[in-house]
């Protein structure tokens, strides 16, 4: 006998994080790759194996991290099925985008949270770049089109109409790089879009 409970709400738009605990919840590299998984596909549901399956290795090792990134209110159950006196949970991202508050930078454990956040982010872009240009994955050579590396830093003083122009570009790209396309393959992505202190040169 199968019975089965199903939750209709879509996710949200966006989630502001207030909560340290949220922080720490995604700095761990497997937690954000479960978010990401989920974030392909934000209106279906994952079970623990069909996560396993995209991200590699077993099932078992991601129930202690569903759990936790549900608790801490990042991901929920979209719907339950009991087969056999077993209860399968289907989840699901609760927004497309997190925020993190900005009054929680003003130091701290939250504060410090972010930072690990950061280097977890960032310490894997590094380590799958090393590893690809290892492999020949990628080339350096900025000629060779689809296994080239594409790096680049910038800053200016930008206006509010400008600013708009490059949050919506890098929103479109975000949603370009995480489409999931039966023939494609596997590419990364990772951009930072800030405002900066002024430096010693007097900037306002």
């Given at each position: 006998m199968n019975v089965q409970r199903i939750v209709n709400d879509d996710p949200a738009e966006a989630m502001v994080l207030g909560d340290v605990e949220q922080l720490r919840a995604l700095a761990d590299p497997l937690r954000l790759e479960i978010l990401d998984v989920m974030g392909q596909h934000p209106d279906r549901g994952w079970t623990a194996k069909e996560v396993a399956a995209r991200i590699g290795g077993s099932q078992t090792r991601l129930y202690r991290?569903?759990?936790?990134?549900?608790?801490?209110?990042l991901i929920r159950v979209s719907s339950t099925r009991v087969v056999s006196g077993i209860t399968e949970r289907r989840y699901q991202v609760a927004a497309l985008n997190f925020r993190i508050d900005r009054l929680m930078m003003a130091g701290g454990a939250a504060e410090a949270a972010v930072n690990q956040v950061l280097d977890v982010v960032f310490?894997?872009?590094?380590?799958?770049?090393?590893?690809?240009?290892?492999?020949?994955?990628?080339?350096?050579?900025?000629?060779?089109?689809?296994?080239?590396?594409?790096?680049?830093?910038?800053?200016?003083?930008?206006?509010?109409?400008?600013?708009?122009r490059i949050t919506a570009v890098l929103d479109e790209l975000d949603a370009l790089a995480s489409r999931d396309e039966p023939e494609g393959k596997e590419y990364g992505l990772v951009a930072g879009f800030y405002p900066r202190l002024a430096d010693e040169r007097g900037d306002d």
């Open positions: 991290h569903l759990a936790l990134l549900e608790e801490r209110g310490e894997k872009a590094r380590a799958e770049i090393l590893a690809g240009v290892r492999s020949g994955l990628i080339d350096v050579d900025p000629t060779r089109g689809p296994t080239r590396l594409v790096m680049t830093t910038a800053r200016g003083r930008l206006s509010a109409a400008t600013i708009h």
